[in-house]
Protein backbone atom coordinates (compact mmCIF):
# COMPACT_ATOMS: atom_id res chain seq x y z
CA UNK A 1 0.00 0.00 0.00
CA UNK A 2 1.69 3.49 -1.21
CA UNK A 3 2.07 5.42 2.07
CA UNK A 4 0.30 8.83 2.74
CA UNK A 5 1.30 11.68 0.25
CA UNK A 6 2.13 14.79 3.11
CA UNK A 7 2.33 17.87 1.94
CA UNK A 8 1.42 21.89 3.36
CA UNK A 9 -0.71 24.19 2.53
CA UNK A 10 0.44 27.35 4.10
CA UNK A 11 -0.10 25.77 7.95
CA UNK A 12 -2.76 22.92 6.80
CA UNK A 13 -0.78 19.57 7.05
CA UNK A 14 -3.17 17.56 4.18
CA UNK A 15 -2.33 13.59 3.14
CA UNK A 16 -3.54 11.90 0.03
CA UNK A 17 -4.61 8.63 1.44
CA UNK A 18 -4.51 5.33 -0.28
CA UNK A 19 -7.85 3.59 -0.08
CA UNK A 20 -7.41 0.94 -2.97
CA UNK A 21 -7.88 0.18 -6.61
CA UNK A 22 -10.23 -0.43 -9.05
CA UNK A 23 -10.00 -1.27 -12.60
CA UNK A 24 -12.42 0.42 -15.19
CA UNK A 25 -12.99 0.23 -19.07
CA UNK A 26 -10.08 2.48 -20.85
CA UNK A 27 -12.21 3.61 -23.54
CA UNK A 28 -14.82 5.03 -21.10
CA UNK A 29 -12.32 6.70 -19.44
CA UNK A 30 -10.95 8.69 -21.93
CA UNK A 31 -14.33 9.46 -24.33
CA UNK A 32 -13.74 10.09 -27.66
CA UNK A 33 -9.85 9.77 -27.27
CA UNK A 34 -8.91 7.08 -29.95
CA UNK A 35 -6.99 4.38 -27.93
CA UNK A 36 -3.58 4.86 -29.90
CA UNK A 37 -3.35 8.07 -27.78
CA UNK A 38 -4.56 6.88 -24.04
CA UNK A 39 -3.17 3.61 -24.07
CA UNK A 40 0.78 5.12 -24.31
CA UNK A 41 -0.37 6.82 -21.44
CA UNK A 42 -2.18 4.22 -18.83
CA UNK A 43 -2.03 0.42 -20.40
CA UNK A 44 -4.99 -1.31 -20.43
CA UNK A 45 -5.18 -5.54 -19.30
CA UNK A 46 -6.52 -8.05 -21.47
CA UNK A 47 -9.82 -6.89 -20.60
CA UNK A 48 -9.16 -3.15 -21.33
CA UNK A 49 -9.39 -2.22 -18.38
CA UNK A 50 -7.33 0.31 -16.70
CA UNK A 51 -5.65 0.52 -13.05
CA UNK A 52 -7.19 3.55 -11.02
CA UNK A 53 -6.27 4.79 -7.46
CA UNK A 54 -8.77 5.38 -4.88
CA UNK A 55 -7.15 8.38 -3.11
CA UNK A 56 -9.50 11.02 -0.76
CA UNK A 57 -7.47 13.82 0.80
CA UNK A 58 -7.46 14.47 4.61
CA UNK A 59 -6.36 18.08 5.90
CA UNK A 60 -5.78 18.66 9.28
CA UNK A 61 -7.47 21.77 10.50
CA UNK A 62 -8.03 23.65 13.21
CA UNK A 63 -11.68 23.14 13.52
CA UNK A 64 -11.00 18.85 13.15
CA UNK A 65 -9.74 16.65 10.94
CA UNK A 66 -11.13 16.97 7.59
CA UNK A 67 -12.01 14.31 4.85
CA UNK A 68 -12.55 14.80 1.39
CA UNK A 69 -14.24 11.77 -0.13
CA UNK A 70 -14.63 8.31 1.32
CA UNK A 71 -13.32 5.74 -0.84
CA UNK A 72 -15.52 2.47 -1.48
CA UNK A 73 -15.75 1.52 1.62
CA UNK A 74 -16.60 -2.06 2.27
CA UNK A 75 -20.18 -2.90 1.39
CA UNK A 76 -19.76 -3.88 -2.17
CA UNK A 77 -20.65 -8.19 -3.11
CA UNK A 78 -18.33 -10.46 -4.89
CA UNK A 79 -19.64 -10.04 -7.84
CA UNK A 80 -19.29 -6.08 -7.94
CA UNK A 81 -15.90 -6.01 -6.70
CA UNK A 82 -15.34 -8.80 -9.73
CA UNK A 83 -16.87 -6.18 -12.37
CA UNK A 84 -15.14 -3.37 -11.53
CA UNK A 85 -11.28 -4.64 -10.43
CA UNK A 86 -11.90 -3.47 -7.13
CA UNK A 87 -8.91 -4.10 -4.51
CA UNK A 88 -9.21 -2.80 -1.19
CA UNK A 89 -8.92 -5.16 1.48
CA UNK A 90 -7.40 -3.28 4.35
CA UNK A 91 -5.12 -4.77 7.52
CA UNK A 92 -6.72 -4.97 9.78
CA UNK A 93 -9.07 -2.33 7.61
CA UNK A 94 -11.70 -2.46 6.67
CA UNK A 95 -10.17 -0.96 3.31
CA UNK A 96 -6.69 0.83 3.33
CA UNK A 97 -8.21 4.40 4.15
CA UNK A 98 -8.83 3.50 7.58
CA UNK A 99 -5.49 1.70 7.70
CA UNK A 100 -3.98 4.62 6.35
CA UNK A 101 -5.43 6.92 8.96
CA UNK A 102 -3.94 4.84 11.63
CA UNK A 103 -0.79 4.97 10.35
CA UNK A 104 -0.99 8.61 10.68
CA UNK A 105 -2.41 8.22 14.24
CA UNK A 106 -5.66 9.12 13.72
CA UNK A 107 -9.03 6.79 14.63
CA UNK A 108 -12.02 7.01 11.93
CA UNK A 109 -13.82 8.41 14.93
CA UNK A 110 -11.49 11.15 15.09
CA UNK A 111 -12.71 12.60 11.61
CA UNK A 112 -14.77 15.85 12.10
CA UNK A 113 -16.11 16.77 8.88
CA UNK A 114 -16.29 14.79 5.58
CA UNK A 115 -16.56 16.41 2.25
CA UNK A 116 -18.00 14.21 -0.65
CA UNK A 117 -17.21 15.64 -3.83
CA UNK A 118 -20.11 13.93 -5.15
CA UNK A 119 -21.95 10.41 -4.41
CA UNK A 120 -20.86 7.84 -6.81
CA UNK A 121 -19.88 4.84 -4.88
CA UNK A 122 -15.90 5.40 -5.54
CA UNK A 123 -16.26 8.72 -3.66
CA UNK A 124 -18.87 8.20 -1.39
CA UNK A 125 -18.67 4.36 -0.68
CA UNK A 126 -16.93 4.80 2.85
CA UNK A 127 -19.12 7.10 4.15
CA UNK A 128 -20.76 3.85 5.98
CA UNK A 129 -19.36 0.38 6.59
CA UNK A 130 -20.74 -2.38 7.33
CA UNK A 131 -21.79 -3.20 11.23
CA UNK A 132 -21.03 -6.35 12.66
CA UNK A 133 -25.25 -7.22 12.46
CA UNK A 134 -24.66 -7.36 8.72
CA UNK A 135 -26.45 -3.69 8.79
CA UNK A 136 -24.72 -0.29 8.29
CA UNK A 137 -22.84 1.83 10.23
CA UNK A 138 -21.48 5.53 9.83
CA UNK A 139 -17.88 5.05 8.82
CA UNK A 140 -17.12 8.19 10.75
CA UNK A 141 -19.38 8.35 13.94
CA UNK A 142 -18.40 11.78 15.11
CA UNK A 143 -18.37 13.53 11.60
CA UNK A 144 -20.67 16.08 10.08
CA UNK A 145 -20.60 15.17 6.33
CA UNK A 146 -20.80 18.03 3.96
CA UNK A 147 -22.24 17.71 -0.02
CA UNK A 148 -24.40 19.85 -2.27
CA UNK A 149 -28.00 19.39 -1.67
CA UNK A 150 -28.76 19.17 -5.42
CA UNK A 151 -26.11 16.46 -5.76
CA UNK A 152 -28.21 14.92 -3.20
CA UNK A 153 -31.23 15.26 -4.90
CA UNK A 154 -29.75 13.87 -7.88
CA UNK A 155 -28.75 10.95 -6.27
CA UNK A 156 -31.80 9.90 -4.67
CA UNK A 157 -33.40 10.49 -8.64
CA UNK A 158 -31.57 8.17 -10.89
CA UNK A 159 -32.07 7.45 -14.48
CA UNK A 160 -31.31 4.18 -16.57
CA UNK A 161 -27.90 5.92 -17.30
CA UNK A 162 -26.80 6.74 -13.62
CA UNK A 163 -28.73 4.49 -11.44
CA UNK A 164 -25.45 1.98 -10.78
CA UNK A 165 -22.71 4.87 -9.62
CA UNK A 166 -25.54 5.79 -6.83
CA UNK A 167 -26.27 3.10 -4.10
CA UNK A 168 -28.50 4.62 -1.49
CA UNK A 169 -26.42 2.42 1.31
CA UNK A 170 -23.89 5.11 0.97
CA UNK A 171 -26.15 8.09 1.63
CA UNK A 172 -29.15 7.47 3.30
CA UNK A 173 -27.73 6.12 6.39
CA UNK A 174 -26.21 10.00 6.73
CA UNK A 175 -29.75 11.10 6.44
CA UNK A 176 -31.19 8.97 8.62
CA UNK A 177 -28.54 9.83 11.54
CA UNK A 178 -29.29 13.88 10.68
CA UNK A 179 -25.59 14.17 9.67
CA UNK A 180 -26.40 16.11 6.10
CA UNK A 181 -24.97 19.34 6.17
CA UNK A 182 -26.08 20.43 2.46
CA UNK A 183 -24.31 22.76 0.54
CA UNK A 184 -26.10 25.59 -2.18
CA UNK A 185 -23.18 26.34 -4.37
CA UNK A 186 -19.86 27.82 -3.92
CA UNK A 187 -18.28 28.66 -0.88
CA UNK A 188 -16.03 28.59 1.95
CA UNK A 189 -16.98 25.76 4.26
CA UNK A 190 -14.04 26.02 6.95
CA UNK A 191 -11.49 29.17 7.36
CA UNK A 192 -9.57 28.29 4.20
CA UNK A 193 -11.26 25.26 2.71
CA UNK A 194 -13.86 25.84 -0.10
CA UNK A 195 -15.96 23.98 -2.32
CA UNK A 196 -16.13 24.90 -5.91
CA UNK A 197 -18.71 23.69 -8.29
CA UNK A 198 -17.11 21.66 -11.50
CA UNK A 199 -20.21 20.42 -13.01
CA UNK A 200 -20.39 17.96 -16.23
CA UNK A 201 -18.96 14.67 -14.32
CA UNK A 202 -22.54 15.23 -13.15
CA UNK A 203 -24.48 18.07 -13.02
CA UNK A 204 -23.91 19.17 -8.52
CA UNK A 205 -19.97 18.01 -8.65
CA UNK A 206 -17.83 19.78 -6.73
CA UNK A 207 -14.47 19.95 -5.99
CA UNK A 208 -12.68 21.65 -2.91
CA UNK A 209 -9.96 24.31 -2.55
CA UNK A 210 -7.64 24.63 0.17
CA UNK A 211 -6.03 28.20 0.79
CA UNK A 212 -3.50 29.35 3.32
CA UNK A 213 -0.48 30.93 3.36
CA UNK A 214 -0.55 32.21 -0.09
CA UNK A 215 -0.24 28.60 -1.29
CA UNK A 216 -3.64 26.84 -3.61
CA UNK A 217 -4.47 23.16 -3.56
CA UNK A 218 -7.31 21.88 -5.53
CA UNK A 219 -9.09 18.54 -4.87
CA UNK A 220 -10.21 18.03 -8.67
CA UNK A 221 -11.95 14.70 -8.02
CA UNK A 222 -13.88 13.39 -11.11
CA UNK A 223 -13.36 17.11 -13.14
CA UNK A 224 -10.02 15.62 -14.14
CA UNK A 225 -9.63 12.21 -12.54
CA UNK A 226 -5.90 11.49 -13.44
CA UNK A 227 -3.09 13.56 -14.71
CA UNK A 228 -3.48 12.50 -18.27
CA UNK A 229 -7.19 13.92 -18.19
CA UNK A 230 -5.58 17.69 -18.37
CA UNK A 231 -5.83 18.21 -22.11
CA UNK A 232 -9.02 20.11 -22.19
CA UNK A 233 -10.70 17.22 -24.53
CA UNK A 234 -9.77 14.13 -22.73
CA UNK A 235 -12.99 14.04 -21.15
CA UNK A 236 -14.75 10.51 -19.51
CA UNK A 237 -17.16 8.61 -21.47
CA UNK A 238 -18.88 8.28 -18.00
CA UNK A 239 -19.52 12.22 -17.73
CA UNK A 240 -23.07 13.13 -18.42
CA UNK A 241 -22.73 16.57 -19.65
CA UNK A 242 -19.63 16.24 -20.98
CA UNK A 243 -19.23 20.03 -22.81
CA UNK A 244 -20.08 21.37 -19.40
CA UNK A 245 -17.11 19.71 -18.20
CA UNK A 246 -14.71 21.08 -20.83
CA UNK A 247 -16.20 24.27 -19.83
CA UNK A 248 -15.54 23.87 -16.36
CA UNK A 249 -12.18 22.31 -17.20
CA UNK A 250 -11.21 25.69 -19.01
CA UNK A 251 -12.20 27.97 -16.25
CA UNK A 252 -10.56 26.18 -13.43
CA UNK A 253 -7.08 24.75 -15.52
CA UNK A 254 -6.51 28.54 -17.04
CA UNK A 255 -6.56 29.99 -13.15
CA UNK A 256 -5.01 26.66 -11.37
CA UNK A 257 -1.96 27.23 -14.40
CA UNK A 258 -2.17 31.43 -13.75
CA UNK A 259 -2.33 30.96 -9.87
CA UNK A 260 0.24 28.08 -9.84
CA UNK A 261 -1.64 26.07 -8.03
CA UNK A 262 -1.21 22.22 -6.32
CA UNK A 263 -3.68 20.31 -7.79
CA UNK A 264 -4.68 16.51 -6.82
CA UNK A 265 -5.71 13.77 -9.07
CA UNK A 266 -7.96 11.34 -7.22
CA UNK A 267 -7.56 8.09 -9.21
CA UNK A 268 -4.31 8.42 -11.42
CA UNK A 269 -2.20 5.79 -10.15
CA UNK A 270 0.85 6.90 -9.66
CA UNK A 271 0.66 10.99 -9.41
CA UNK A 272 -1.42 11.66 -6.78
CA UNK A 273 0.11 15.72 -6.91
CA UNK A 274 1.54 17.84 -9.24
CA UNK A 275 2.81 21.74 -9.15
CA UNK A 276 0.40 23.47 -12.63
CA UNK A 277 1.76 26.48 -14.36
CA UNK A 278 1.90 28.05 -17.54
CA UNK A 279 4.48 27.20 -20.43
CA UNK A 280 4.15 28.59 -24.02
CA UNK A 281 0.71 29.73 -23.14
CA UNK A 282 -0.87 26.53 -22.34
CA UNK A 283 -1.42 24.73 -18.69
CA UNK A 284 1.04 22.47 -17.84
CA UNK A 285 1.37 20.42 -14.12
CA UNK A 286 4.91 19.19 -13.28
CA UNK A 287 3.90 15.51 -11.02
CA UNK A 288 5.44 16.64 -7.16
CA UNK A 289 7.16 13.34 -5.75
CA UNK A 290 6.21 11.56 -2.46
CA UNK A 291 8.94 12.93 0.02
CA UNK A 292 11.42 10.13 0.55
ZN1 LIG B 1 -17.85 9.92 -10.34
Known amino acids: MPPP ?3 QVGSLRCH ?10 GGAMFGVVPKPLWEKRIAPDARNRIPLAMRPMLVEHPAGLVLVDTGLGDKEDAKFREIYGI ?11 EDALRSLGHQPADVRWVINTHLHFDHAGGNTLRDDAGGVRLGYPDATYLVQRNELEYARH ?7 SYLPHNFEPVDAAGRWRLLEGDGEVLPGISVRLTPGHVPWHQSI ?6 ETLCFLGD ?13 MGYDVEPLRTLESK ?14 AFEHD ?5 ARAGVEGGRMVAAPVPVPA
Open 16 to 25: LLWAGLQRLD
Open 209 to 214: LVRDGG
Open 223 to 235: LVPTIHHLPLPWI
Open 158 to 164: TNERTRA
Open 250 to 263: RALLAEAGRDGWLL
Open 269 to 273: PEVGL
Open 5 to 7: HTF
Open 87 to 97: ENAGDPGPTPL
